[in-house]
């Protein structure tokens, strides 16, 4: 066996050889895109505070994806270290100290608190990559995984500043799309990051605020997401005179954007078209 | 305020800027220097089985640290989606399904269950870069965080083989350290993959099978570890003749060293020394 060969879990599948590379590419290219617009990058641990996306009111909308990240409970430690976790001795939730922390569940979620409760100077941009961890009844490896890496650029600004910029990724995103072979097209999408019993779902049908690039009508490589106020309001960001900033994102699921162009370019990077293989090594 | 003004977890830092990119060349100073070996790149997601983890008796040596990772059982959703995560609904342990996952604790722990019970093409060589954690009692940010991000190259091969492979990479580090300006030296160390209880930790203070590259006498920045056929014998890794692979890693904390090098040589990346920056962009 060489060692690129890869056991397979489809809920937290591995990449092995030239696929990492790959995946580094397309990450660099939409970064370098988010760069040269003047966005900020930032870089966050993938564990965020339960209470920091509260403010989000995540857990109402989407409890079933929460991944919930605790430490052993002091008191079982000496337990454990003299049994170890496996036969009679597994762990069980009861061994675990009460959980704090969550992994992200999209990589934006760990910015809105860090700028939470002050004035930010906009319009502006950050650009940052995480892993992500979203829990599902069913898996599908590049597709849909428990944990997926999301690079996604935010942009802070007026409700026009904010239009124009998620207008400008949408072209940006249908011309990659078009270099790497793929059929791309725009639909409006229901998911939100509203709760359902909040009334600006209802908004949301009259002028949706999430477009996602399908491919093949399948399968979303990147949302593009105008939030309004939702999060300027909930986290306290705000303009230089006190009002809550418009924001929106652009996120993209780098392993489906693997998965597509490797299906249309192929399993070498140097067969990739120049345009996503960018200017620089991978 | 700019959106790179960073609030500060010492658990969970983030990085903002320049720092960002910084971490991303040293990681690529250290990749490139494993993929000019010949060695493989494979890319893990950072949850990894309990079950795992468990041949190499993780749980019996380092308890204290782990991180545990489970979703919400199934009947508690309508409440949590009723209610919410915060004030008098909080989430508790017993409100989690039972863990059979954690945050992987080192980069190489991802590997070895993925290469298990079957036989190796050994000599060969595997990088991997994964975000890591290790619960601990207190936190310094950059120096001894709960999630840091960890370089490592894992040689499989002769016992020969493995010192030759360490020897290489503890000359490369040295060298990279000057370049940075850094004092480092090379001391042997006595945290250890084997279980307290295990009789090659005596051995392993008869001839070290673990050295770290101490920055200022005090930091470990790299380590370099000579398992012999630890991990061949508890994951069933075995050479063409059936035998337990020797195998060997060297492990780059890359906080750390982004911490030394802007201490040393600035915080622009285009100020540092070139051999530090690569010959790519960023």
Redesign the interface.
């Given at each position: 066996?060489?060692?690129?060969?890869?056991?397979s879990d489809p809920a937290?599948?591995?990449?092995?050889?030239e696929a990492?590379?790959q995946?580094r590419a397309l990450d660099r290219l939409f970064r370098d895109a988010a760069l040269r617009d003047g966005a900020?990058?930032?870089?966050?641990?993938?564990?965020l505070e339960?209470?920091a996306l509260?403010r989000a009111?995540y857990?109402?909308?989407f409890?079933?994806h929460?991944?919930?990240?605790?430490?052993?409970?002091r008191a079982?430690?000496p337990e454990?270290?003299?049994?170890?976790?496996?036969g009679a001795r597994?762990?069980?939730?009861?061994?675990?100290?009460?959980?704090r922390h969550l992994?992200t569940p999209a990589a934006c979620y760990?910015l809105y608190?860090?700028?939470a409760d002050?004035?930010?100077?906009v319009p502006?941009?950050?650009t940052l990559v995480s892993?992500c961890?979203r829990?599902e009844a069913d898996y599908d490896a590049g597709v849909r995984?428990?944990?997926f890496r999301m690079r996604e650029t935010v942009h802070?600004g007026t409700a026009e500043s904010v239009r124009a910029c998620l207008a400008t990724w949408t072209q940006r995103i249908l011309a990659w799309g078009a270099a790497a072979g793929l059929q791309c097209s725009i639909a409006p999408a229901t998911d939100s990051f509203f709760d359902p019993q909040d009334p600006r779902r209802l908004l949301q049908r009259l002028e949706p605020n999430k477009h996602e690039v399908l491919w093949d009508g399948r399968i979303a490589l990147a949302s593009l997401n105008f939030h309004r106020t939702f999060f300027g309001e909930r986290y306290g960001i705000r303009d230089a005179d006190g009002r809550p900033v418009f924001s929106g994102c652009v996120a993209f699921g780098l392993d489906r954007w693997l998965l597509a162009c490797r299906s249309r370019c192929g399993e070498r990077l140097r067969d990739w078209p120049a345009v996503l293989r960018g200017?620089?090594?991978a």
């Amino acid at each position: 066996m060489q060692p690129e060969a890869a056991r397979s879990d489809p809920a937290l599948p591995a990449l092995a050889g030239e696929a990492v590379a790959q995946r580094r590419a397309l990450d660099r290219l939409f970064r370098d895109a988010a760069l040269r617009d003047g966005a900020v990058e930032r870089e966050f641990p993938p564990l965020l505070e339960i209470a920091a996306l509260e403010r989000a009111d995540y857990f109402r909308s989407f409890p079933q994806h929460a991944s919930l990240i605790a430490p052993l409970e002091r008191a079982v430690l000496p337990e454990v270290a003299a049994h170890g976790a496996r036969g009679a001795r597994a762990l069980a939730s009861a061994d675990l100290a009460t959980p704090r922390h969550l992994m992200t569940p999209a990589a934006c979620y760990a910015l809105y608190p860090a700028l939470a409760d002050r004035a930010l100077a906009v319009p502006c941009s950050v650009t940052l990559v995480s892993d992500c961890c979203r829990h599902e009844a069913d898996y599908d490896a590049g597709v849909r995984q428990w944990c997926f890496r999301m690079r996604e650029t935010v942009h802070f600004g007026t409700a026009e500043s904010v239009r124009a910029c998620l207008a400008t990724w949408t072209q940006r995103i249908l011309a990659w799309g078009a270099a790497a072979g793929l059929q791309c097209s725009i639909a409006p999408a229901t998911d939100s990051f509203f709760d359902p019993q909040d009334p600006r779902r209802l908004l949301q049908r009259l002028e949706p605020n999430k477009h996602e690039v399908l491919w093949d009508g399948r399968i979303a490589l990147a949302s593009l997401n105008f939030h309004r106020t939702f999060f300027g309001e909930r986290y306290g960001i705000r303009d230089a005179d006190g009002r809550p900033v418009f924001s929106g994102c652009v996120a993209f699921g780098l392993d489906r954007w693997l998965l597509a162009c490797r299906s249309r370019c192929g399993e070498r990077l140097r067969d990739w078209p120049a345009v996503l293989r960018g200017g620089s090594d991978a």
